[in-house]
């Protein structure tokens, strides 16, 4: 009955990605049904340690992400948890071998949003690490199965594109981040006198990320490079709308890309797939 439990804990995780992204879903259901239930654990796992520090604003965030982090750990310890998301991602850092050392980033830069409001260049370059490129590494520890040889020649294209998706995130949020929570991400940026050269500095770093991260996707295995590349051409495609835009526009509002044009990445990228040009 063992297998049940462990099923049904990964099917929660499952059910958490497809309540919280519809993006991230579609790139998911393009992996070979092989990385499916691993990476929507990831998913689960660090949607949930971010929905503390991001949304439980009427409760005691510090405990709460306190408690999540010590179950984490005593969930890999024992190899158990009767929290489906911690049992789920537990199972998955067992089977792939997940450095503590990259979970334990992750949490940090969870405490970080607890306390940090402004970050210089090296607590940025921290926060980065450990909110996004580590949740690239423990994604390509899944695709390389493994392998560490490719894992390494991998690792450093997975951890620019985790931090591509993260900094046009930011930018994508600067009003939710500065109104809603008092935080400024990019070092030495005034949200108050944010201005069309320093958006071009920004938007150049982004775009390097960018294309240093596609030719690690295009060495990908097989089974991965599908779905990490229509995360890669959605987050493309909602940084191309953001550059767009004047700096006044980026402070007012959050830009989106609507289901239809995610829907027609898709159909874009499996015809790709198909025609082996990824």
Do not use: W
Request: glycine share 6%.
């Amino acid at each position: 009955m063992m297998a049940l439990f462990d099923k049904t804990a990964l099917e929660c995780s499952k059910l958490i990605t497809e309540r919280y992204s519809t993006s991230f879903t579609l790139g998911i259901k393009t992996l070979d049904r092989k990385f499916h239930f691993p990476i929507y654990a990831i998913y689960g796992f660090v949607r949930y340690a971010d929905e503390i520090v991001d949304t439980f604003h009427d409760f005691d965030k510090k405990t709460l992400l306190e408690r999540f982090k010590h179950d984490t750990y005593q969930a890999i310890e024992e190899g158990i948890s009767l929290n489906p998301v911690l049992h789920s991602f537990q199972l998955v850092v067992s089977q792939y071998n997940i450095e503590n050392e990259l979970i334990e980033s992750f949490l940090r830069s969870m405490e970080m949003d607890l306390y940090c409001q402004e970050y210089d260049t090296d607590g940025y370059s921290e926060y980065i690490y450990g909110s996004a490129e580590v949740v690239g590494l423990m994604c390509l520890r899944v695709f390389c199965e493994g392998n560490l040889a490719e894992f390494n020649r991998l690792n450093e294209p997975a951890r620019k594109l985790g931090s591509a998706f993260q900094k046009v995130n930011f930018l994508r949020d600067m009003k939710s981040d500065f109104v809603e929570r008092g935080r400024t991400y990019f070092p030495g940026v005034d949200f108050s006198n944010f201005g069309c050269d320093v958006k071009q500095i920004i938007e150049d770093d982004i775009q390097r990320d960018f294309n240093e991260a596609y030719i690690g996707i295009m060495n990908l295995p097989r089974g991965a490079r599908m779905g990490v590349y229509l995360a890669y051409m959605y987050y493309q495609t909602l940084f191309n709308k953001i550059k767009q835009l004047p700096a006044s526009r980026i402070q007012n509002e959050r830009v989106r890309v609507p289901n239809p044009q995610k829907f027609a990445l898709l159909a874009q990228t499996y015809l790709k797939y198909r025609l082996n040009v990824i």
